[in-house]
Nanobody, 119 residues
Framework: QVQLVESGGGLVQAGGSLRLSCAAS????????MGWFRQAPGKEREFVAR????????VGADSLKGRFTISRDNAKNTMYLQMNSLKPEDTAVYYC????????????WGQGTQVTVSS
C-alpha cells in the first residue's frame, strides 16, 4: 500500500522559513516523479513544484521562484520543499503527490500539512 506522509507544516511569521517533508512508502520512490501542491481556503488546488524521477525540476508560479526549493533524497524515500521568505498568501494546506514515470497523472496523494503564515 502506497503511503505519502507530509510533515513540517506549522505557524510562521511572514518572512520566515519552513521545510516540508514527504515520506513515501510502498512504491519504488526513485521511479516516481514527485510534486507539491497547495490549496488555500476557497481556492482551487495549485501546483507548487515538481521534481521528476530524473531529477529535473519545475516550479509553478513566478511568485514561488527564488523562494521555494524542491529536492529529493532517494536513499530516504523522501521529498522536501524548502520555503523561504514566506508570505501570508502562502497560507494553505500543502500536499505531496507521486506519479509513476510512464503516467500522465499523479496517482498517489498525501493527507496534507497546514502552513499558516501570519502577517
Amino acid at each position: 500500500q502506497v503511503q505519502l506522509v507530509e510533515s513540517g507544516g506549522g505557524l510562521v511569521q511572514a518572512g520566515g522559513s519552513l521545510r516540508l517533508s514527504c515520506a513515501a512508502s510502498g512504491l519504488t520512490f526513485s521511479s516516481h516523479s514527485m510534486g507539491w501542491f497547495r490549496q488555500a481556503p476557497g481556492k482551487e488546488r495549485e501546483f507548487v513544484a515538481r521534481i521528476a524521477w530524473t531529477g529535473s525540476i519545475t516550479v509553478g508560479a513566478d511568485s514561488l521562484k527564488g523562494r521555494f526549493t524542491i529536492s529529493r533524497d532517494n536513499a530516504k524515500n523522501t521529498m522536501y520543499l524548502q520555503m523561504n521568505s514566506l508570505k501570508p498568501e502562502d497560507t494553505a494546506v500543502y500536499y505531496c503527490a507521486a506519479r509513476a514515470k510512464a503516467a500522465s497523472q499523479y496517482a498517489y496523494w498525501g493527507q496534507g500539512t497546514q502552513v499558516t503564515v501570519s502577517s
